[in-house]
């Protein structure tokens, strides 16, 4: 079989301690629109997976149908199974997810503008029962991780950066405690540098802290260098997943994703049309 899976056989099996299992999940919005189409997906317990694809493959419905945001939108996962750390989770509330150990951080970061950055990440311990000791001690482990947001502890959030406020997101999901972060388009609207930065911060939560990553990411080339699998979706399918290195040497992702064709960079304007025809929709 080859390491790159389509999607008739990347289902065939589970992966043995995955922390987050989707199993064949549809999605509707209105009860008409017919958005994910039939999913499957693995995380293993304390690795990051990248999902990815272009703009409306179906990535945030992805995340939003596992930590349970879809009934605000009108949407319900309509066929198949999610399974968060052994226990069928689609009937779950969110908060009742997020004190299991699974929390989601939204796409364009959705700090509260009118709360300082500290008051900010407090409210991501609001499931938590363990006291105010344990909540400080988390506070300043979260500054270690983001110490930039530490000098920015009292900055009013509305007014800090637009990389101040992704870290900001991320720590306060932090400060749940979670298992596993569910993490939507990080790089969206930063400079190259700071992506880089919050990439590496999420590289380090995952190694020292053990938290498990999916992360749905348009930034092909930087979700592949830190994952170590990915899922690629277009049109609400998985048309391919593998190794992320795998992926990352694939000839139609570098061609359809990374911009680059027989070893070199294309310009969009070179491109009036696909050369190859991908694969995965012969």
């Known amino acids: 079989m080859s390491i790159l899976q389509q999607t008739n056989s990347q289902a065939t099996h589970a992966v043995a301690d995955a922390i987050l299992s989707l199993n064949n999940i549809e999605v509707m919005y209105d009860r ?4 994910l189409k039939g999913v499957s997906l ?14 409306g493959a179906g990535k945030t419905t992805t995340l939003k149908a596992i930590s349970n945001l879809l009934h605000a939108e009108r949407g319900e996962v ?17 908060n009742e997810l997020v004190r299991r150990g699974c929390i989601q951080v939204m796409e364009g970061r959705h700090c509260f503008a009118h709360l300082t950055v500290e008051e900010n990440l407090l ?18 482990r979260v500054y270690a991780y983001f110490p930039r947001i530490k000098s920015r502890r009292q900055a009013i959030a509305g007014y800090t950066s637009g990389g101040e406020q992704q870290m900001c997101a991320i720590g306060r999901a932090l400060m749940s405690r979670p298992k596993m972060i569910l993490l939507d388009e990080p790089s969206m609207g930063l ?5 880089e930065e919050i990439f590496e911060i999420v590289k380090d939560l995952n190694r020292n802290e053990g938290v498990s ?18 899922y690629i979706l277009e049109n609400g399918r998985v048309v391919m997943d593998g190794p992320a290195d795998a992926l990352a040497e694939n000839a139609d992702v570098k061609e359809f994703y990374l911009g680059i064709a027989e070893g070199k960079r294309k310009s969009f304007r070179d491109v009036k049309h696909y050369k190859r025809r991908k694969r995965w929709l012969a």
């Open 32 to 35: 008409v629109i017919l958005v």
């Open 42 to 55: 693995d995380v293993p317990r304390g690795q990051i997976v990248a999902l990815l694809g272009a703009n």
């Open 78 to 94: 309509t066929k198949g199974s999610i399974t968060f750390d052994g226990t069928q989770v689609e009937a779950l509330s969110p």
């Open 123 to 140: 409210t991501g311990a609001f499931t938590r029962r363990d006291g105010a000791a344990a909540i400080s001690q988390d506070l300043e």
């Open 191 to 195: 400079a190259p540098q700071v992506v």
């Open 213 to 230: 990553f999916l992360l749905a990411e348009q930034n092909t080339h930087m979700a592949l260098k830190y994952a170590q699998h990915g």
